[in-house]
């Protein structure tokens, strides 16, 4: 019995870690992004929960993230798009319908930094 509940366990913290390590690279890229935001793209406003744990925001977020993929500086970052896109599931809180979400239309760079927290304490629930 004790074997069992081992490799189930092992199981589960095996298929776990490709999502983690996924995260770590997300966040690595949206940290490339941060860096490389022009001045065109620092003009692009983007519709930024004033609170970023408000479960009531994520599709606000998962929004502003289209904003950005859509803008021609952030073909280079394509790569970001595709591993968001395969972990929103995992990022996306079961929610049957979301509440009211205060936002601000803030530049790309702070969207950017509202992402990166979002992703960090997405990853970190996820550990949990």
């Known amino acids: 019995m004790r074997t069992h509940l081992y490799l189930l366990l092992l199981a589960a913290g095996i298929s776990a870690a490709p999502q983690m390590s996924s995260m770590a690279e997300l966040l690595t890229l949206l940290q490339q992004m941060w860096q490389s935001v022009t001045k065109?793209?620092?003009?692009?406003?983007?519709?930024?929960?004033?609170?970023?744990?408000?479960?009531?925001?994520?599709?606000?977020?998962?929004?502003?993230?289209?904003?950005?993929?859509?803008?021609?500086a952030?073909?280079?970052?394509?790569?970001f798009f595709q591993k968001l896109e395969r972990l929103k599931q995992s990022l996306t809180p079961s929610l049957a319908k979301e509440g009211k979400?205060?936002?601000?239309?803030?530049?790309?760079?702070?969207?950017?930094?509202?992402?990166?927290?979002?992703?960090?304490?997405?990853?970190?629930?996820?550990?949990?």
């Open 40 to 72: 065109d793209l620092q003009n692009l406003r983007i519709e930024t929960p004033d609170n970023i744990d408000d479960v009531n925001c994520v599709s606000t977020i998962f929004e502003g993230t289209e904003q950005l993929k859509t803008h021609p």
């Open 74 to 79: 952030m073909k280079r970052f394509s790569v």
């Open 101 to 128: 979400c205060d936002t601000e239309r803030k530049n790309a760079r702070i969207f950017i930094e509202k992402l990166m927290t979002f992703i960090r304490r997405a990853s970190k629930n996820a550990r949990v």
